[in-house]
């Protein structure tokens, strides 16, 4: 009778250990990612924020399809968006000013995509670009489908005229005439 006592109080102790777990109350499917592994919208995890007790968000995870084959950057081009953020996090704000400065844009297809029901995508900064390449990428088994040679935008304004892009499947990084219309659009999300 004590033994079996006791065996319900660890179980019962186990149960309020694993309600306390802050891990497994911010996640909406009870689930903890790895890199490369499939995310709630059917892309890939490219990164996992150490941090993200204090930013709110814990996952980055790339479309598992380009949004667009050639789009410009922003229409129209000769204006400052305040896009400049080029960290890992920055993506989704510099979407948000760029879609308040421009008419139209890679951006607002981003923001405008949705992808199993999942409409919360922007365009990535420099750095979320470069990530995806060295976790989806610059690895012995690449994923994602990024089409090899070609440019993809980034959310990371330089001047009034130009924005960085990245050729994914090279890590190449440059800049760009934002009306330069043949450039790949690549949506990620956080969560």
Not at 69 to 95: C, F, M, R, V, Y
Not at 103 to 121: E, F, L, M, Q, V
């Amino acid at each position: 009778m004590r033994k079996n006592l006791f065996i319900i109080f660890l179980l019962g102790l186990v149960v309020l250990t694993s309600c306390e777990d802050q891990m497994l109350d911010i996640y909406k499917d009870g689930k903890v990612y790895n890199l490369r592994d499939r995310g709630p919208a059917g892309g890939w995890i490219f990164y996992i924020n150490p941090n993200w007790e204090a930013d709110g968000w814990r996952y980055l995870e790339a479309a598992p399809e380009d949004q667009s084959t050639g789009t410009a950057w922003s229409t129209p081009i000769n204006n400052t968006t305040g896009a400049t953020g080029t960290g890992i996090g920055t993506g989704k704000s510099n979407t948000i000013a760029i879609i308040n400065a421009t008419s139209s844009s890679a951006a607002k297809n981003c923001a405008d995509y949705t992808y199993r029901g999942y409409n919360d995508w922007f365009l990535p900064s420099l750095d979320e670009a470069y990530c995806m390449y060295l976790n989806m990428v610059a690895t012995a088994y690449p994923i994602g489908g990024f089409v090899n040679g070609v440019q993809y935008w980034t959310s990371t304004e330089i001047s009034n005229t130009n924005s960085y892009f990245v050729i994914i499947s090279t890590s190449y990084k440059a800049g760009l005439s934002k009306n330069f219309s043949t450039v790949y659009v690549r949506p990620i999300r956080r969560f």
